[in-house]
């Protein structure tokens, strides 16, 4: 077997005379998979979920996956995508795409738990002429540690091995931007490996890479790119709370604010930002500062107000309920982080619940996405001891009247003639919209109120 440098390796790129290995199957590795398999590439899917393994080896998708049904099909028909539960050995050049996640450190895992495991595994059957991507999150200092690993193997970067840090950018159900359309910033270890990578994002983005000198600064970029989001975010949330103190509407501020042409930006307000990359990726950039003794304050203020909006919501209800005598049981109507989506991960919806629980509440939840058999899955995702609650199918007059309060974190478009059925029919005393969507029809005896519109 003839030992490959990276040209050769760019080279076998360009006819497809590689293989891809794509570890972990989530809403980035998945239609990343398909994408590439699409394009001609044998991509391999790496997965060490056993029941998320099982499930697509049977030809079995889910909630967004669903969207990429035929070309799933087509692929797999083609054997274009094939998966496994580890890296393997192949003659032909390896490029490994690692598209794990990256959870919150804690004392008992790093950030960079997964990603490791997945490039230890790549490099325990790598070769010369092979690359490694990485698209998760990573806190700084990462990609350098990825650098080690490969030179401990006794690789030659930019000579017979290449690395490179391209931070996926991705917005699950926008029409307009997904993932052929969007521009990618990129770290490489040299002006080979860029080359060689290129020819693979030209499948994917049309090779609109904007390259970075230093891995630490596209680190920052990424996670400064949803510090951001998260920061304008919490100012909004914060702002409706003042709203509800001034007894004015949020939405009438964020209208007028919209008309100035320049210099300013809408964020709306809900229950707080979730999610497995807002309210997770700006924390590594607090763990950087701290380590220079610099306290990140702007971020460590939004970290916090993403937190209290939660608290603020159940104890207003909470409190609204008592005032009226209404009954001490809330239905949480959008359990998902994000509109019409089934990711439940870090969810304001799971937070409310909880607060609710532990003030002695009845508990029901309801969203068209979730799914009972994963209910200890999403405690699981949303870092939470389980605690009692319903599942309500359907908000019907049967299963809603008797409740206390209908809180909707989330609108799905799936729910809305339910919703809306339950408030001109008055089936429950008192409906709380965190954002704001519902209209108000004043001769309903339902009571509507919401975050930043309580005057």
Not at 5 to 33: A, H, M, N, Q, W
Not at 155 to 169: D, K, M, Q, T, V
Not at 365 to 375: A, C, E, V, Y
């Amino acid at each position: 077997m003839k030992l490959l440098d990276i040209k050769e390796t760019s080279k076998k790129i360009i006819r497809k005379e590689c293989v891809i290995e794509i570890f972990g199957l989530g809403y980035v590795g998945f239609p990343l998979s398909v994408k590439l398999a699409k394009a001609g590439f044998r991509v391999f899917g790496v997965e060490t979920g056993p029941d998320k393994l099982r499930r697509l080896e049977e030809d079995l998708l889910i909630g967004n996956e669903r969207n990429l049904k035929s070309d799933f099909k087509n692929v797999r028909k083609k054997e274009n995508l094939i998966f496994s539960n580890s890296s393997t050995p192949h003659s032909k050049p390896k490029i490994g795409i690692i598209c794990v996640p990256t959870p919150i450190p804690k004392k008992n895992m790093k950030s960079d738990h997964y990603v490791i495991l997945a490039v230890k595994d790549f490099l325990s059957s790598s070769k010369p002429g092979d690359i490694i991507i990485i698209e998760s999150s990573l806190e700084v200092g990462t990609t350098e540690l990825v650098e080690e690993l490969i030179k401990k193997k006794g690789f030659h970067l930019g000579i017979n091995f290449g690395l490179s840090y391209c931070p996926e950018r991705i917005d699950p159900k926008n029409k307009k931007w997904d993932l052929h359309n969007i521009s990618r910033v990129i770290y490489t270890s040299d002006n080979n490996t860029f080359s060689a990578i290129k020819k693979i994002y030209n499948h994917i983005n049309k090779g609109n890479l904007f390259r970075i000198k230093e891995p630490k600064t596209v680190e920052v970029i990424k996670s400064f790119e949803n510090a951001f989001r998260l920061v304008n975010i919490s100012l909004v949330n914060e702002l409706a709370v003042l709203c509800d103190k001034l007894k004015i509407n949020i939405s009438d501020v964020i209208d007028g604010a919209s008309t100035k042409p320049f210099g300013f930006m809408p964020f709306y307000f809900g229950a707080g930002a979730g999610g497995h990359c807002i309210p997770k990726d700006p924390i590594f950039l607090l763990n950087s500062s701290k380590k220079f003794n610099f306290d990140f304050k702007t971020i460590q203020s939004a970290v916090k107000t993403n937190y209290f909006i939660p608290k603020y919501i159940s104890n207003t209800i909470d409190g609204i309920i008592k005032k009226n005598n209404f009954k001490k049981s809330v239905i949480i109507c959008g359990m998902s982080y994000k509109m019409n989506m089934p990711d439940m991960r870090d969810s304001p919806g799971f937070k409310i619940a909880k607060e609710f629980s532990e003030k002695g509440y009845d508990v029901m939840i309801h969203d068209p996405f979730i799914q009972k058999n994963l209910l200890s899955k999403y405690f699981y995702e949303n870092e939470m001891e389980e605690f009692k609650l319903s599942i309500l199918s359907k908000l019907k007059k049967e299963n809603v009247s008797g409740t206390g309060c209908l809180v909707i974190v989330q609108h799905h478009t799936k729910s809305i003639n339910e919703i809306q059925r339950v408030y001109k029919k008055s089936y429950v005393p008192f409906i709380y919209d965190c954002q704001g969507k519902l209209k108000k029809h004043y001769k309903k005896s339902c009571l509507l109120k919401g975050l930043g519109s309580l005057g």
